[in-house]
Structures are given as structure tokens and as C-alpha cells.
């Protein structure tokens, strides 16, 4: 079935290293993609998005890529604080009201 | 900035009790959405609703029901709870139309022994 992927549940950065982290999407008609942050005991909350008629955005410290050809996105992330360290979700619109979460990556930031 | 807010974060219930979960946001969005969240699974759709007394069913809507009276309010109802509704319940409301981000609650713990 549909499914929005990741490569990792997990990934360790040192503080001030740039974190990137990747997920894969199984839906080619797919046109809207966003990233969420969710910190412990919190709801996600919105990082960056991006529609399928782009390739890069970036935001404060952020960047999301978009690769349509082989249905990859990720999430870079400049300069990594420890205020960094949460779960990240990708999620897909897939049409209408559809979004379609991944399992999430969790960052932990080393001091 | 956007509150979405649930009246319970933790909650314990017994199975076969009905459970309610309130949500309420003060944006005025017209969409408002329930996710449970399970370790492994990501957020799954359990119901939405694009304005008053509408609804839709999402993904997992099996043994839950909603109710939108008022734009603001989006309740979640568990009819009998079952030990495999444990988990973390999650209330999200979103501009009107499709891709646009959503703004999410804290949260609902919800343990059902």
C-alpha cells in the first residue's frame, strides 16, 4: 500500500554539525509535502513545506529537498541545536484531505 | 498563533466505558482532524471533519464516532472502549481546502485497562 517511509528511526548529530534527515514516498501523484517537528509531550508542529512544482525551500535553518524522479524528501537542518532534538515526521498529501505520515526519525543532538 | 487544545492529557478508562475527547480551536479553520499516534506507525486518520456536521471517515474509523456542533469543537467518541484504543490521540485543525499545513493539540493520552 501507500506509505511514506524513512531511512533511519534514528540519527545522532554533534551540536553545530548539519543534520539531514530522509524520507521516501510511494506515491507519485503526490503534490504537497511537509515536515514536522514533535517534541516530547508536545503535538507536532509544522516545520516547512513544499509542492511538487519545486525542488529545494528553505526556511529559518531548514531546507527540505524534493526529488521527484525517485520520490525522495529530506530535511536539512543548519547548524543543530539541542533544541533540535525531537521526533521529525514527513507526510504526504496524496489528494483531498488525504496526508499520509511517516513513522518519524528521532534526533538526538550530543553536546 | 493557532491554539488547538484537549481537555484530557491523560486519561484512564475502563473497557466498555464510552469516552469522550474534546478539541478546540480558536482559528476559525474550517477543517478539524482526529489521529491516533502508535510507536512505529506514524499518525493514522481517524476521522475529519471540513465544516459543521460534516464528517469523514479516515483511516482507522472503526469503533470511534465524532461530532462537529460548533465550527470551534471537534469531539472524538470512543462508543466502548477496548484495550487496543490505547494510545495517544491527537486533535489537528487546518485551513479551508487541501494542502495546507495542519496545527495540532498537545495530545491525549488515553490507557484503557
Known amino acids: 500500500g501507500e506509505s511514506v517511509g524513512l531511512h533511519l528511526p534514528t540519527l545522532s548529530v554533534q551540536e553545530g554539525d548539519n543534520s539531514i534527515i530522509n524520507c521516501a514516498y510511494s506515491?507519485?501523484?503526490?503534490?504537497?509535502f511537509i515536515w514536522y517537528k514533535q517534541e516530547s509531550g508536545k503535538g507536532p508542529q509544522f516545520i516547512i513545506d513544499?509542492?511538487?512544482?519545486?525542488d529545494k525551500r528553505q526556511g529559518q535553518r531548514v531546507t527540505v529537498l524534493l526529488n521527484k524522479t525517485v520520490k525522495h524528501l529530506s530535511l536539512q537542518i543548519a547548524a543543530t541545536q539541542p533544541g533540535d532534538s525531537a521526533v521529525y515526521f514527513c507526510?504526504?498529501?496524496?489528494?483531498?484531505?488525504?496526508?499520509?505520515f511517516g513513522a518519524g526519525t528521532r534526533l538526538f543532538v550530543k553536546a | 498563533d493557532v491554539k488547538v487544545t484537549q481537555s484530557s492529557r491523560y486519561l484512564v478508562k475502563r473497557t466498555g466505558e464510552k469516552v469522550f475527547l474534546e478539541c478546540v480551536q480558536d482559528m476559525d479553520h474550517e477543517n478539524m482532524f482526529w489521529y491516533r499516534q502508535d510507536p512505529g506507525l506514524g499518525l493514522r486518520l481517524i476521522y475529519f471533519s471540513y465544516d459543521v456536521k460534516m464528517k469523514e471517515k479516515g483511516d482507522i474509523p472503526e469503533g470511534y464516532s465524532v461530532s462537529r456542533e460548533k465550527k470551534e469543537r471537534f469531539s472524538l467518541i470512543l462508543e466502548s472502549a477496548s484495550t487496543n484504543q490505547t494510545s495517544m490521540y491527537l486533535c489537528?485543525?487546518?485551513?479551508?481546502?487541501?494542502?495546507?499545513?495542519?496545527?495540532f493539540g498537545q495530545g491525549t493520552r488515553l490507557t484503557v485497562v
Open positions: 507526510a504526504e498529501n496524496t489528494g483531498g484531505f488525504k496526508t499520509i
Open positions: 506515491n507519485s501523484a503526490s503534490d504537497y
Open positions: 489537528a485543525s487546518s485551513l479551508v481546502g487541501y494542502n495546507t499545513e495542519a496545527f
Open positions: 513544499i509542492r511538487s512544482n519545486m
